[in-house]
């Protein structure tokens, strides 16, 4: 159980720090180029209400992030984690609830 725990968490922080640093670098590249990066609107809200909750989500949007240097990215990569940390927990808890002995399932 305990191995599924961690191949979750580290899968959860690697696709939540690769589609954030993938989609900022994607959105940095079109404006640089001065184009609109269109189709990117769907790809940001997927990564930022689906990946980053509960808790990186609203602290990205209340204290940005220097994620382009060094420190700001080891940072942001540490909210990450602690996100990926709490939002595989949750996860963890529901179906150790949800599948309980006794429980009937649907």
């Known amino acids: 159980k305990i191995n599924i ?3 979750g968490l580290l899968l959860h922080w690697l696709a939540g720090l690769g589609a ?3 989609l900022n670098i994607v959105t940095m590249a079109a404006a640089d180029a001065g184009r609109d990066p ?4 769907v790809a940001a809200a997927a990564v930022h209400f689906v990946l980053l909750q509960p808790l ?3 602290l990205i949007a209340s204290t ?8 700001g990215l080891a940072r942001m ?4 984690f602690v ?7 949750i996860l963890a808890g ?5 599948c309980r002995p006794g429980h009937t399932q649907p």
């Open 5 to 7: 725990f961690i191949a």
């Open 20 to 22: 954030f640093v993938g």
């Open 38 to 41: 269109a189709g990117l609107d």
């Open 56 to 58: 990186a989500h609203w």
């Open 64 to 71: 940005p992030l220097a994620w382009w240097t060094w420190l």
């Open 77 to 80: 990569a540490l909210l990450l």
């Open 83 to 89: 996100n990926s940390v709490l939002s595989v927990s």
């Open 94 to 98: 529901l179906y150790r609830l949800l």
